[in-house]
């Protein structure tokens, strides 16, 4: 069989799931994340070198996992989906790349920073999830701003972030949604997961479509006219790289 598959585009990470966000020690059901150091500043050639070095280091991580590891292309396989999630795990564990929920942290952190008021920084939380295509499957969102609204109404002033008493009496309200959600700050570590195995699976499905796209225009040719269309999940990515 002489089809082949574009196995190495980039696929699209889309996810729709129950991210937690981690605040000051509480859990608070929409998004959470974590601060990242910045990186030394450098200039000129020194910088394009060091960021070109970086860069190959991480590809050839990635190149070598990929050609050990056997994936199999079937989304609608929790086994292969596993399989394929673990693989990008290591992946990114090895190469020092971010998971998706830690580039969501850092989206937060880098986009939240110096916002002085609660109200404000939950309606970026909110901008942020709509730009990442993320939805809000428990309405989390609006029961944390009417916790605000709440918390705003008992202490007669706009919640500022620097305003420790009135942050405890919201934070005491996030953690009643939490318990109403069945949401616990032990359960993040799963919850991850389960986002990494719905980009998992939205990435199989990708891998999917464009092999069956490949084999279509492949089929198209002459010389292939006759030939019958392999499974996809028999398809080894490894023989490709």
């Not at 990929?66 to 989906?81: N, Q």
């Not at 909110?126 to 008992?154: F, P, S, Y």
């Amino acid at each position: 069989m002489a089809f082949s598959s574009r196995l190495l585009s980039k696929p699209k990470q889309l996810c729709g799931s129950q991210v937690i966000l981690q605040q000051q020690q509480h859990a608070i059901p929409v998004r959470y994340f974590a601060k990242e150091a910045a990186p030394p500043a450098l200039k000129g050639d020194e910088m394009l070198k060091n960021i070109f070095l970086d860069v190959k280091k991480k590809f050839e991580t990635a190149m070598g996992i990929l050609r050990k590891e056997k994936i199999t292309i079937d989304p609608d396989d929790p086994a292969s989906v596993s399989q394929y999630a673990k693989v990008m795990k290591t992946i990114r564990e090895k190469a020092g790349l971010f998971s998706e929920s830690q580039r969501i942290q850092f989206t937060i952190q880098s986009r939240t920073e110096g916002i002085p008021d609660a109200r404000t920084y939950l309606l970026t939380l909110k901008e942020i999830r709509i730009k990442r295509g993320l939805t809000d499957e428990l309405g989390a969102e609006a029961m944390m701003m009417d916790a605000l609204e709440k918390v705003e109404k008992e202490i007669k002033k706009p919640l500022m972030r620097n305003d420790k008493k009135g942050m405890a009496l919201l934070l005491a309200e996030f953690d009643k949604i939490n318990k109403k959600l069945g949401i616990r700050k032990e359960d993040l570590p799963k919850y991850e997961e389960q986002l990494e195995n719905k980009i998992a699976k939205a990435q199989l499905e990708e891998l999917k479509k464009d092999a069956l796209e490949a084999m279509e225009t492949q089929k198209k040719r002459e010389e292939f006219k006759d030939e019958e269309m392999v499974d996809v999940k028999s398809l080894d990515i490894r023989n490709f790289l």
